[in-house]
């Protein structure tokens, strides 16, 4: 099989011509190596390969995806024996002790690992530049972010490595590697996917693991075999009334859909993302469906307080973790991650668990809102890809950083008000994803628009929780209407 003949098919694609013997696993392995191969020195996706494995001894027939080239997202994905390092260099010694359940469903599918890619220090920004690995570049424009945290995944598969590759999204880390890089994203509702079984909830709930991918059929498909509970998980959701891999067969029901485009956070968003969004509403209209421009009545404010309280609890407790386990030493960690760790240990705890019951008021808000509309249409993000590098820290933020964590200063911090300024300066070009995160409702990024200079723009829609099978009702449906595949071609890399 020749590269640019593999780069054609989506997953679901290349398991039925294995099946019919168009070509055999083997083959298709060998086409996905030899395209990581050639890209991945100039896109830095994947760091931890794993080309050399043997393919499995056996592929059932009846996996819907067996023999599919396949990537894990180097964190909270875990396989035995392997490297989980989270991105970062505290991390860098350890090793997984057991498949999670993302990874044993991977391999009921029939996927057939190859790697895991790339990812920010703990997943905590919307780029992936790490310390321990370096910049991961966007294949349409190299000079560009690919975003994150799941940036590795988000640029494997718009570079044609594999077809759909692991992701996670605990603040829009699913839905912005898919608005930068053209990519399909949804992230799953809140218990749709299993933590398990070494955890009860990525993020107090906040996080939910799933794919970027290609095609909407890939996201449906994975999705049936990522979904439903193990035993002990804390939140456990009702299944869907149907495969999500026959839903997306049938049309959706003419859909009533609130438009909105102002930031939660009231900063700037760039006229090609506003764009996109009107241009998809008068496309649906066109499509029969019903757009009103309406959004959710919430805080904006107090979301991003309270997101920013998610990463202070979360951040501090996993420094705690790794210098308990591996040792590790606060100067492992990269600078930015330890400010938020010290801001973390130093949040009263009334504080933080009032944070936490203010995700009751946001859900409320998001339901009394569906109540009216059956989905929401807004940008995946408020501003076009950034350059690498251009969200470093300043040297003069640097400095104060280090003088704070020299003064332990974290209580002035907190009173100070600064921490409201961190939350909208971290939040300011991705201010619309953390809504269905704290509220725990799906929320997929499709890849409807391009700008002028070819750059890939997405849209976002949310849903009730429980409600995916809307959500990839109506992508197929833009799929089929608004093809994105074509524009593959046109990756630089």
Same mark, same amino acid.
């Given at each position: ?68 080239? %396949? ?21 860098k010694s350890r090793v997984a002790e057991r498949d999670s359940s993302y990874v044993t469903r991977a391999r009921k599918a029939g996927l057939v690992l190859l790697g895991r890619t790339a990812t920010p ?113 804390? %939140? ?89 386990? %591996? ?5 492992? %960690? ?73 003064l332990k200063a974290g209580r002035l911090v907190h009173k100070s008000g600064v921490v409201d300024q961190l939350a909208l300066e971290s939040l300011a070009l991705t201010p619309f994803t953390q809504l ?58």
């Open positions: 099989m020749k590269v640019s003949d593999y780069r054609q098919y989506d997953a679901v694609g290349l398991a039925e011509g294995i099946r019919k013997r168009d070509f055999s696993a083997d083959e298709v392995r060998k086409a996905a190596v030899a395209r990581a191969q050639e890209v991945n020195p100039e896109i830095n996706a994947i760091c931890h390969p794993q080309f050399d494995d043997e393919l499995p001894g056996s592929m059932s027939d009846e996996a819907m995806l067996s023999g599919v080239p %396949f990537l894990l997202k180097d964190l909270a994905q875990e396989q035995a024996g392997k490297p989980c390092t989270y991105g970062s260099q505290a991390l220090e703990l997943g905590l920004k919307g780029v992936t530049e790490s310390r321990l690995w370096g910049p991961t570049r966007n294949p349409w424009d190299t000079r560009l972010t690919p975003g994150g945290s799941s940036g590795g995944s988000g640029a494997a598969v718009a570079a044609g490595i594999v077809p759909m590759a692991g992701a996670n999204d605990g603040g829009g880390s699913i839905r912005i590697p898919a608005a930068y890089c053209g990519l399909f994203g949804l992230k799953p509702s809140r218990g749709r996917v299993s933590a398990g079984p070494g955890m009860g909830e990525h993020w107090t709930g906040a996080s939910a693991d799933h794919v970027v991918s290609r095609s909407v059929r890939d996201s449906a498909v994975m999705l049936d075999y990522l979904a439903g509970p193990e035993a002990g998980d804390p %939140f456990v959701i009702p299944p869907p009334a149907a495969p999500y891999a026959s839903v997306i067969k049938q049309a959706p029901k003419p859909l009533r859909i609130g438009v909105f485009t102002a930031s939660p956070y009231n900063g700037e968003v760039a006229p090609e993302c506003v764009e996109a969004v009107e241009s998809t509403a008068h496309a649906l209209e066109n499509m029969g469906h019903k757009i009103e421009y309406a959004k959710p009545d919430f805080d904006g404010m107090a979301l991003a307080r309270c997101y920013l309280g998610l990463y202070f609890g979360e951040v501090s407790a996993t420094m705690a973790q790794a210098a308990k386990r %591996f040792g590790a030493k606060d100067s492992d %960690f990269e600078l930015d991650t330890r400010l938020i760790g010290m801001l973390g240990r130093t949040l009263p705890l009334p504080d933080y668990v009032q944070m936490r019951q203010q995700w009751n008021v946001f859900s409320r808000a998001l339901g009394l809102f569906h109540q009216s509309y059956d989905l929401y249409l807004c940008p995946s993000t408020g501003q076009l890809q950034p350059a690498i590098g251009a969200l470093d820290t300043p040297a003069h933020l640097q400095v104060v950083s280090r003088l704070m964590l020299l269905a995160n704290l509220t725990g409702t799906p929320a997929m990024s499709v890849p409807l628009h391009w700008t002028a200079k070819g750059l890939p723009v997405g849209v976002q829609f949310g849903a009730p929780h429980g409600d995916e099978a809307t959500l990839l009702q109506l992508a197929a449906q833009l799929e089929s209407v608004l093809p994105w595949w074509g524009r593959y071609e046109s990756v630089a890399v």
